[in-house]
């Protein structure tokens, strides 16, 4: 039985919402204690004198369906998980339901990042469709994504599809009904891509219950969530109000500074943070969750809130708290991250070409995955 001992770290107490000086024991793939000056022996000791500790970073919103056949600008998990401190990706839509058993074979089974996805209406994957793939009544199989979901309910969480003229075409908002019967009958969480119109962001969110996803919320895009002299449109904060999760998804077009801002000054809520990485926004814009998460510490949110939103959030979101994510508890699984925050002074840019400077710098160290340690490796 391997052991390993943290010390001298502050922890993230979920329930508290704070950080807390706690040393934590991790014993095989178990947490054995959480305390102030643990003495064990142990096979490892880690001095987190620096450092904060927080559940498992999660990032919601990636695509990591690294098929040798259909790539398509998706990235090895682990080039955004573990090697950069990142404990669970969840692929949200890059493979639809003829070609997402696939994702077992060649994600889950090839990466030390704990990976689940997923299933998009449409048809992601297929060779030869490259965009629209929600575009036609052809192209999308509600009958296939339940099936899908009902085969594979380990690792598929929900439902994706994309509202935006780019991959509904005609089919606009008939493409998101479709979604939401899908989610409905298989249960689980819809997220919805939003865009350019049409369909009309308006009526997309009137569709959305609550415990559904409206990822790209604060793209700077015309005809989002803010309207006439950047006021919150009411259907954006009806949504809120009746549970709908806002959902980051910084990507390489998705997310202003601006228009977060705006939002976030009137009340709106950034529910969970995410990247939206792939091989388009890799080496710039997002290049990493930890990267964004920097970004939301410059518009004013508590280091806290951010921790929060990577982890307790999503987790809660598409389940995976059930699974061992989310949480640091005694007797639960040692899935977590080690960073540090300083006052590194990065630019970062968001979608829109803006740049801001860092002030609080999020840098992950290691993460742990059902007790194995990884250290990040790749650039933040």
Same mark, same amino acid.
């Given at each position: 039985?391997?052991?390993?001992?943290?010390k001298?770290?502050?922890?993230?107490?979920?329930e508290?919402?704070?950080?807390q000086p706690m040393?934590?024991?991790?014993?095989?793939k178990?947490i054995?204690?959480?305390?102030?000056?643990?003495?064990?022996?142990?096979?490892? @000791?880690?001095?987190?004198?620096s450092?904060?500790?927080?559940?498992?970073?999660?990032?919601l919103?990636?695509?990591?369906?690294?098929?040798?056949?259909?790539?398509n600008?998706?990235?090895p998990?682990d080039?955004?998980?573990?090697?950069?401190g990142?404990?669970?990706?969840?692929?949200?839509g890059?493979?639809?339901?003829t070609t997402?058993?696939?994702?077992?074979?060649?994600?889950i089974?090839?990466?030390?990042?704990a990976?689940?996805a997923?299933c998009?209406?449409?048809?992601?994957g297929?060779?030869?469709?490259?965009?629209?793939?929600?575009?036609?009544?052809?192209?999308?199989s509600?009958?296939?994504?339940?099936d899908?979901?009902e085969?594979?309910?380990?690792w598929?969480?929900g439902?994706?599809?994309?509202?935006?003229?780019?991959?509904?075409?005609?089919?606009?908002?008939e493409?998101?009904?479709?979604?939401r019967?899908?989610?409905?009958?298989?249960? @689980?969480?819809?997220?919805?891509?939003?865009?350019?119109?049409p369909?009309?962001?308006?009526?997309?969110?009137?569709?959305?219950?609550?415990?559904?996803?409206?990822?790209?919320?604060?793209?700077?895009? @015309?005809?989002?969530v803010?309207?006439?002299?950047d006021?919150v449109?009411?259907?954006?904060?009806?949504a809120?109000e009746?549970g709908?999760?806002?959902?980051?998804?910084?990507?390489r077009?998705?997310?202003?500074?601006?228009?977060?801002a705006?939002?976030?000054?009137?009340?709106?809520?950034v529910?969970?943070i995410s990247?939206?990485l792939?091989?388009?926004?890799?080496?710039?814009?997002?290049?990493?969750?930890?990267?964004?998460?920097s970004k939301f510490?410059t518009?004013?949110?508590?280091?806290?809130?951010?921790?929060?939103a990577?982890?307790?959030?999503?987790?809660?979101?598409?389940?995976?708290?059930?699974?061992?994510?989310?949480?640091?508890?005694?007797?639960?699984?040692?899935?977590?991250?080690l960073?540090a925050?300083?006052?590194?002074a990065v630019?970062?840019?968001?979608?829109?070409?803006?740049?801001?400077?860092?002030?609080?710098?999020?840098?992950?160290?290691m993460?742990?995955?059902?007790?194995?340690?990884?250290?990040?490796?790749?650039?933040?």
């Amino acid at each position: 039985m391997k052991s390993t001992l943290i010390k001298h770290g502050l922890v993230y107490a979920v329930e508290a919402h704070q950080f807390q000086p706690m040393d934590v024991l991790i014993e095989d793939k178990q947490i054995v204690a959480i305390e102030r000056h643990i003495k064990a022996e142990t096979d490892s @000791t880690i001095d987190a004198s620096s450092l904060h500790i927080a559940p498992g970073f999660i990032d919601l919103h990636c695509h990591i369906f690294n098929h040798p056949l259909f790539k398509n600008g998706r990235l090895p998990a682990d080039r955004i998980g573990v090697n950069q401190g990142v404990a669970c990706l969840l692929d949200t839509g890059s493979a639809g339901p003829t070609t997402i058993d696939a994702f077992k074979e060649f994600v889950i089974d090839t990466q030390s990042t704990a990976t689940y996805a997923l299933c998009n209406i449409g048809s992601p994957g297929q060779p030869g469709i490259t965009g629209g793939h929600a575009a036609t009544p052809e192209l999308i199989s509600l009958s296939g994504t339940v099936d899908a979901i009902e085969r594979n309910p380990d690792w598929i969480l929900g439902v994706k599809v994309l509202a935006s003229s780019t991959h509904t075409g005609l089919m606009g908002l008939e493409a998101v009904k479709i979604g939401r019967k899908a989610a409905e009958i298989a249960g @689980t969480p819809l997220m919805v891509h939003i865009g350019n119109a049409p369909p009309l962001v308006d009526d997309v969110l009137d569709l959305l219950r609550p415990g559904d996803i409206v990822t790209h919320a604060y793209h700077g895009k @015309t005809g989002g969530v803010l309207g006439y002299n950047d006021l919150v449109i009411p259907q954006f904060r009806a949504a809120v109000e009746r549970g709908v999760i806002v959902d980051i998804a910084h990507g390489r077009s998705s997310f202003s500074y601006q228009t977060c801002a705006k939002a976030l000054d009137q009340g709106m809520p950034v529910h969970t943070i995410s990247s939206d990485l792939h091989g388009g926004n890799i080496n710039r814009y997002v290049v990493s969750l930890a990267r964004t998460m920097s970004k939301f510490r410059t518009l004013g949110l508590s280091l806290e809130d951010v921790i929060q939103a990577v982890t307790v959030n999503p987790a809660k979101a598409v389940g995976l708290d059930k699974k061992g994510f989310g949480q640091l508890n005694v007797g639960g699984p040692a899935n977590l991250t080690l960073f540090a925050e300083t006052d590194r002074a990065v630019e970062m840019e968001d979608a829109e070409g803006e740049i801001r400077i860092s002030q609080n710098w999020i840098e992950p160290k290691m993460v742990f995955i059902d007790g194995v340690c990884f250290e990040t490796t790749e650039v933040l």
